[in-house]
């Protein structure tokens, strides 16, 4: 991306391709408007002036030649009230994959260039419109796979956590200004601040930023959701309860044992969390070399897994191969799924109930659907620890963030450490400085050009 100036005219298609009703070719820069007349023919008259954020009906044509590629809906958006802050044309065209190409050529043929993937948003931040913590809440708006992660995501973009960053930077400066003007004007007999004023801000500071980062964990949740595997012995229910989970039939089910011979993989929500979920291959003595391989990925996937589903059939005495499966789980957060409720029951779990102690056992029928809620509800219980919501208004999931709040957090520490060690303030002003840049990673305002392209090469092109 760095390949690109903010002085070019870029284009790229913002719609997906596909068969649909609406395609969209944006084009952002100093000749989005002489590139448009060029190829914009209202119908019926002359292209004139064109205001500013006002619709108009015409054709796309090839200027070589007048031929029309389509008709169109046309909006030119003059700066500054733009998505980038620049001169914006959009074209909205009949959503054919041939259609938009031949839009998209005709833009480039005359002027512009190929946007880059988030170059639009790229611009939005350079231009001033966002800080860097609202171009990413971009593309996490668009990845969002719950309600939960989208509110999470809007309240980013709304700036909530910038708002909480600047106001750490404000006293981070206030504290820096009085610490410095003594430091630096000592004939003015300015008065010089307490250590008891120092700490009380050093320490305030310190408590808001380890609330944040706190909520790390719980906002990655929300964001990635969570790896989980439903395991088992053959036959006990998994790819039934897989499909009951999902309210449709994904997997294969039969009576035979052994008919899911590899991983089915599907995302659902649970009450607001992404649950990431694999239906695996029965647990046993593998039989040939086919289920050998599926056991072997299962065990794989077991062990890479946030959160194991065990499914025991309830209709049937556990034997070895459940048995088996015991040592697997025990090192992992488990929810045990006692599958076949509505058969009389004839599993003993007692001995199961003492070597799995802090594993919640449902009974449930996936064939039927019974006890389905409840295990949805224990799954998000079992991963947010009991929360209902999230309680912060700033939750960060975000490596990005984590990594600069958290040295931010160790350069306050410093600077705390320094003045409990009755260190000159030049120390202490030197620590405090250091949070300070940290604190503006995060905002954007001293990131390095590769952390930049690497943040929206994440995005697709034409956001």
């Not at 000592?186 to 010089?192: F, G, K, L, Q």
């Not at 990431?276 to 996937?301: F, N, P, Q, S």
């Not at 199961?352 to 009974?363: G, Y």
Request: net charge negative; proline share 4%.
């Amino acid at each position: 991306m760095s390949k690109g100036t903010l002085g070019d005219t870029i284009a790229a298609i913002s719609t997906p391709l596909g068969m649909g009703g609406i395609g969209i070719v944006r084009i952002s820069g100093p000749q989005a408007l002489p590139i448009a007349k060029k190829i914009f023919r209202r119908r019926g008259q002359e292209v004139g002036s064109l205001l500013s954020h006002r619709f108009y009906f015409g054709e796309i044509i090839r200027p070589e030649d007048q031929t029309v590629i389509d008709e169109v809906l046309f909006v030119f958006m003059g700066q500054p009230k733009t998505y980038t802050r620049e001169n914006v044309v959009e074209i909205q065209c009949h959503s054919g994959v041939l259609v938009l190409k031949e839009i998209l050529e005709v833009v480039l043929r005359w002027g512009a260039r190929l946007a880059e993937p988030g170059e639009f948003t790229k611009r939005a931040f350079l231009n001033g419109r966002i800080d860097l913590t609202q171009a990413e809440a971009v593309i996490d708006l668009i990845n969002a796979k719950t309600q939960q992660s989208l509110k999470l995501a809007n309240r980013q973009l709304a700036g909530n956590l910038a708002t909480e960053v600047r106001q750490m930077k404000e006293g981070v400066l206030n504290l820096l200004t009085l610490l410095e003007a003594g430091v630096d004007f000592p004939e003015e007999e300015i008065p010089e601040i307490s250590p008891a004023v120092i700490s009380r801000q050093i320490k305030n500071l310190l408590d808001r930023l380890n609330a944040i980062l706190q909520t790390y964990q719980e906002g990655m949740i929300y964001r990635e959701g969570i790896a989980a595997v439903i395991v088992g012995k053959p036959n006990v229910g998994k790819s039934s309860l897989l499909n009951s989970l999902l309210g449709e039939e994904r997997a294969i089910v039969t009576a035979i044992p052994g008919t899911t011979r590899d991983s089915i993989e599907e995302t659902i929500n649970i009450q607001g969390i992404p649950l990431r979920i694999l239906d695996t291959a029965g647990l046993r003595h593998a039989r040939d070399l086919i289920e050998e391989e599926g056991v072997k990925r299962t065990k794989k996937h077991l062990s890479q897994a946030d959160l194991v589903i065990w499914v025991l059939d309830g209709s049937e005495p556990a034997n070895s191969e459940d048995l088996a499966i015991l040592p697997e789980v025990q090192s992992k957060k488990t929810i045990i799924a006692v599958n076949k409720n509505d058969l009389p029951q004839r599993i003993a779990l007692e001995s199961l109930r003492a070597q799995l102690p802090e594993a919640p056992f449902i009974p449930i029928s996936a064939l039927y659907g019974s006890g389905i809620d409840h295990l949805k509800e224990t799954i998000r219980n079992l991963v947010l620890d009991g929360k209902l919501e999230p309680a912060a208004e700033v939750i960060i999931s975000n490596l990005r963030h984590k990594k600069a709040l958290g040295s931010a957090r160790d350069s306050f520490d410093q600077a705390w450490q320094s003045l409990k060690a009755d260190l000159s303030y030049e120390f202490i002003t030197l620590d405090l400085k250091a949070a300070l840049e940290a604190l503006g990673e995060i905002l954007g305002e001293v990131t390095p050009e590769d952390v930049l392209d690497r943040i929206f090469e994440q995005f697709c092109i034409g956001k």
